[in-house]
C-alpha cells in the first residue's frame, strides 16, 4: 500500500523519466528503432526498477495512467526531436497485460497519436504472448484498426510464453524479439544456438521481422549475424540511455559495436 501510495504521488510529482535503447541494424549498425524504457526516482528509494514497480501498478490500476504516460512522453519526444529537423526511427513502448485489458486501451493509442501529432509508423507496441492467449473478438479488431493507422506490433520475450503461433494468424504481428535468456548462451549452449536459429528460420518464413535482446558479446553478435537475425539490441551496442545522449547518436545515426 505504501508503495503504491508513492506511485501515485510519483505520477503527480513527474518522477518517472524514459531511457531508450537503440535497436540496430546487425549488418552495418544503423539505429532503427528505441525502445522505451520507465524510471522511477524515487525521492527516499532513489531508481527504482520497473521490474519492481510494474508488478504494483499493474495490482493497483495505476498501470493504466502510467502506461498512457509513458506513450505520451515517447511520441512527445520524437515530435521534439524531428521538431529540430532529426530523423528519428521508430520507438518502441512495452504494453503490460493488464493495460491492455483495461477499457479501452487501444481506444486511448490511437488518442495520444492524434494529440501528439506523431506518425503513426513510429509507434510499435511490445505486447507479451501471455496478452494474445485471451483474444476477444473485440479486441483484435482493435489491432488491425491501428495496424490500418500504421501502428506496428512485435511479440516481446519470444520463446518464453506459449509460443502457439496461432495468434501470428490472428493479430498483425510485424516482429519477433527474441528473448535474452536464449542470447545469453550463444553460441557455445547448443539448446539456444538451436533455439535461436529455429526462431529466426520461422519468423522469415512468416514474413516476420526478427530482434535479437540482451546482446552483450561480440561472439552472439558474429553468431546472430551468420544466422541472418537482421537487428540487435543489448549493451553491446548501447545501454539505455536518456534523451540527449540519444540525440547523439541519432545524429550519428549509427552505432559500432
Ligand atoms: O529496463 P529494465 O530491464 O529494467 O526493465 C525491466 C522490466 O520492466 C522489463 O520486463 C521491461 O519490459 C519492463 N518495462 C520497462 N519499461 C516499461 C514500461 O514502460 N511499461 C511496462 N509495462 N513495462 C516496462
Ligand atoms: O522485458 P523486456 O524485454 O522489455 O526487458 C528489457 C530489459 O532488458 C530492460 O530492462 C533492459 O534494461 C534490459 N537489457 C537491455 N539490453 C540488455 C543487455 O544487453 N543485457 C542485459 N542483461 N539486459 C539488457
Ligand atoms: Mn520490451
Ligand atoms: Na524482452
Not at 532529426?86 to 486501451?105: C, I, Y
Amino acid at each position: 500500500i505504501r508503495l503504491e501510495n508513492d506511485l501515485r504521488k510519483g505520477l503527480e510529482r513527474d518522477e518517472f523519466r524514459l531511457l531508450y535503447q537503440p535497436q540496430v541494424r546487425a549488418d552495418d549498425g544503423t539505429i532503427v528503432g528505441l525502445e522505451a524504457l520507465i524510471r522511477w526516482q524515487h525521492p527516499e528509494h532513489g531508481v527504482v526498477s520497473p521490474a519492481q514497480f510494474i508488478p504494483v501498478a499493474e495490482d493497483s490500476g495505476l498501470i493504466v495512467a502510467i502506461g498512457d504516460w509513458v506513450l505520451r512522453t515517447a511520441c512527445r519526444q520524437l515530435c521534439s526531436w524531428q521538431a529540430t529537423g532529426l530523423e528519428t526511427p521508430r520507438v518502441a513502448v512495452n504494453v503490460s497485460a493488464r493495460q491492455l485489458r483495461a477499457h479501452d486501451f487501444l481506444g486511448s493509442v490511437a488518442a495520444i497519436i492524434a494529440e501528439t501529432g506523431i506518425e503513426p509508423g513510429q509507434v510499435e507496441l511490445e505486447l507479451t504472448e501471455s496478452i494474445l492467449m485471451e483474444p476477444e473478438a473485440r479486441r483484435i479488431d482493435g489491432f488491425h484498426r491501428l495496424r490500418a493507422l500504421g501502428v506496428h506490433f512485435s511479440i516481446d520475450d519470444f520463446g518464453t510464453g506459449y509460443s502457439s503461433l496461432s495468434y501470428v494468424k490472428r493479430f498483425p504481428i510485424g516482429m519477433l524479439k527474441i528473448d535474452q535468456s536464449f542470447v545469453r548462451g550463444l553460441p557455445g549452449n547448443a539448446d539456444d544456438a538451436g533455439i535461436t536459429t529455429a526462431i529466426i528460420a520461422m519468423a522469415h518464413s512468416l514474413g516476420l521481422e526478427v530482434i535479437a535482446e540482451g546482446v552483450e558479446t561480440r561472439a552472439q553478435l558474429d553468431f546472430l549475424r551468420r544466422a541472418n537475425c537482421q537487428k540487435i539490441q543489448g549493451y553491446l551496442f548501447s545501454r539505455p540511455r536518456p534523451p540527449d545522449e540519444v540525440e547523439q547518436l541519432l545524429r550519428q545515426g549509427s552505432i559500432r559495436p
